[in-house]
């Protein structure tokens, strides 16, 4: 079989979902492989790399969506490139199901198999496949950068001939995959670094990494804002005007807030209010990484870098893995090769879409003419 990767259509999206790397991995597993030519450019990818990696670079898209039986992409098909897909083809992307009811019965009605990469099981086997975790890294990470990029300031605090500079102090809310990666990178620029989760659990994970967990006071009792599974839920009235009220007292101290607070199948929860930002000093920022499902901050505006009346930069870009395309493209592509290894037990460049498998069964969201979507919970954890 063959698997082809287009270039992206999405504007702006510099990602590619097969590097020269995974396509030398891929061809180990039994298939030829075909590229766009230019998909990989904007990646540091080019049509000379993946040709010396035995790539065959096609210039007409319809081609390759005509010549292959896999399609690996980065973002959701677009119109135009879900008409092109088969009941023999096989799409592996992100496709966010819920949010793309529309899109999914497209699919369908084309009789492909659609393998989400956003879908799969939050399970220990299925980690190397964990697109949204690898995504959520580098955003993380990215955070902090654009955040060092617009702040006037060191990180690290400094004593110098020409005086003595205290460190920067990041607070970082919402401590997931994102959260985490923020924290590590925060820390090891120096700065001073606090985190707040409703998940109390993150607390050994925050502190270990060098931050301090934002505690809130409660009777004797533990902070837990709701969770459910290991997932956030939204929190009871009082967990939030007491976590809204710590907020409040931390704002006029911080230089950085990096939000990244979300809860499965909701809008981004409101936590950094615009008395906050008011209260913050000129020159601070605010890098909001749920601003793509509504954002933290009251004024996130998407994809924008907005200056709040009292001189508080507000970043709200949606593409920070995009921002990193070289990384992003080489784990995103990681992820999809053993997602592929996966679907071909053998070796032989043969799909076998084995329902059985949790993994599988929790990627797929349509299959043989049918929505799978969505699946059943997992039999293993
Ligand atoms: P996410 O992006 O959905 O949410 C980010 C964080 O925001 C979470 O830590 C959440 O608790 C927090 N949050 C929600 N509401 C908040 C509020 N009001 N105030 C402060 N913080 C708030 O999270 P994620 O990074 O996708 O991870 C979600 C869960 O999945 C975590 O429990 C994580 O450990 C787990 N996970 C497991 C695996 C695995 O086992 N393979 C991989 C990745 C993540």
């Given at each position: 079989?063959?698997?082809?990767?287009?270039?992206?259509?999405?504007?702006?999206?510099?990602?590619?979902?097969?590097?020269?790397?995974?396509?030398?991995?891929?061809?180990?597993?039994?298939?030829?492989?075909?590229?766009?030519?230019?998909?990989?450019s904007a990646a540091g990818f080019s049509?000379?790399?993946?040709?010396?990696?035995?790539?065959?670079?096609?210039?007409?898209?319809?081609?390759?969506?005509?010549?292959?039986?896999?399609?690996?992409?980065?973002?959701?098909?677009?119109?135009?490139?879900?008409?092109?897909?088969?009941?023999?083809?096989?799409?592996?992307?992100?496709?966010?199901?819920?949010?793309?009811?529309?899109?999914?019965?497209?699919?369908?009605?084309?009789?492909?198999?659609?393998?989400?990469?956003?879908m799969v099981p939050?399970?220990?086997?299925?980690?190397?496949?964990?697109?949204?975790?690898?995504?959520?890294?580098?955003?993380?990470?990215?955070?902090?950068?654009?955040?060092?990029?617009?702040?006037?300031?060191?990180?690290?605090?400094?004593?110098?001939?020409?005086?003595?500079?205290?460190?920067?102090?990041?607070?970082?809310?919402?401590?997931?995959?994102?959260?985490?990666?923020?924290?590590?990178?925060?820390?090891?620029?120096?700065?001073?670094?606090?985190?707040?989760?409703?998940?109390?659990?993150?607390?050994?994970?925050?502190?270990?990494?060098?931050?301090?967990?934002?505690?809130?006071?409660?009777?004797?009792?533990?902070?837990?804002?709701?969770?459910?599974?290991?997932?956030?839920?939204?929190?009871?009235?009082?967990?939030?005007?007491?976590?809204?009220?710590?907020?409040?007292?931390?704002?006029?101290?911080?230089?950085?807030?990096?939000?990244?607070?979300?809860?499965?199948?909701?809008?981004?929860?409101?936590?950094?209010?615009?008395?906050?930002?008011?209260?913050?000093?000129?020159?601070?920022?605010?890098?909001?990484?749920?601003?793509?499902?509504?954002?933290?901050?009251?004024?996130?505006?998407?994809?924008?870098?907005?200056?709040?009346?009292?001189?508080?930069?507000?970043?709200?870009?949606?593409?920070?893995?995009?921002?990193?395309?070289?990384?992003?493209?080489?784990?995103?592509?990681?992820?999809?090769?053993?997602?592929?290894?996966?679907?071909?037990?053998?070796?032989?460049?043969?799909?076998?879409?084995?329902?059985?498998?949790?993994?599988?069964?929790?990627?797929?969201?349509?299959?043989?003419?049918?929505?799978?979507?969505?699946?059943?919970?997992?039999?293993?954890?």
């Open positions: 079989m063959k698997i082809g990767t287009p270039k992206e259509l999405y504007p702006g999206e510099a990602r590619v979902a097969m590097t020269p790397d995974s396509a030398v991995q891929l061809q180990k597993l039994g298939y030829a492989c075909l590229i766009e030519s230019g998909a990989g049509d000379e790399d993946y040709r010396a990696a035995g790539v065959t670079v096609v210039e007409d898209p319809a081609i390759l969506f005509a010549s292959a039986d896999v399609i690996a992409k980065v973002r959701p098909p677009v119109a135009g490139e879900v008409d092109r897909l088969s009941p023999e083809k096989t799409l592996v992307s992100f496709f966010y199901p819920a949010q793309n009811p529309d899109l999914l019965e497209q699919a369908k009605n084309r009789g492909a198999t659609v393998v989400a990469m956003d939050r399970i220990s086997r299925a980690q190397k496949m964990d697109a949204l975790s690898s995504m959520a890294n580098i955003a993380g990470y990215r955070a902090v950068i654009e955040a060092g990029n617009n702040f006037g300031r060191f990180f690290t605090g400094q004593v110098t001939a020409a005086g003595k500079v205290p460190p920067a102090k990041v607070l970082v809310i919402g401590a997931g995959v994102a959260g985490l990666a923020a924290i590590g990178v925060a820390t090891s620029l120096g700065a001073q670094t606090y985190a707040f989760d409703v998940r109390p659990e993150v607390a050994e994970q925050i502190e270990s990494m060098g931050a301090e967990f934002v505690y809130l006071d409660f009777d004797g009792g533990v902070q837990d804002g709701a969770t459910t599974g290991g997932y956030a839920a939204p929190s009871s009235p009082e967990f939030r005007e007491k976590q809204l009220a710590k907020f409040r007292e931390l704002a006029p101290q911080m230089d950085i807030v990096i939000t990244t607070a979300l809860i499965p199948g909701r809008d981004a929860p409101k936590l950094w209010l615009a008395d906050m930002v008011a209260a913050m000093k000129p020159g601070s920022v605010v890098v909001d990484l749920a601003a793509e499902r509504g954002g933290n901050c009251d004024l996130t505006v998407p994809d924008q870098r907005i200056v709040s009346e009292n001189g508080v930069i507000v970043i709200g870009y949606t593409d920070f893995p995009s921002r990193m395309a070289a990384q992003s493209s080489t784990l995103y592509a990681t992820n999809i090769r053993h997602m592929m290894t996966d679907l071909t037990p053998a070796k032989d460049g043969t799909i076998v879409h084995n329902m059985e498998d949790d993994v599988i069964r929790g990627a797929t969201v349509t299959h043989q003419g049918a929505i799978t979507y969505p699946p059943p919970p997992p039999k293993i954890q």
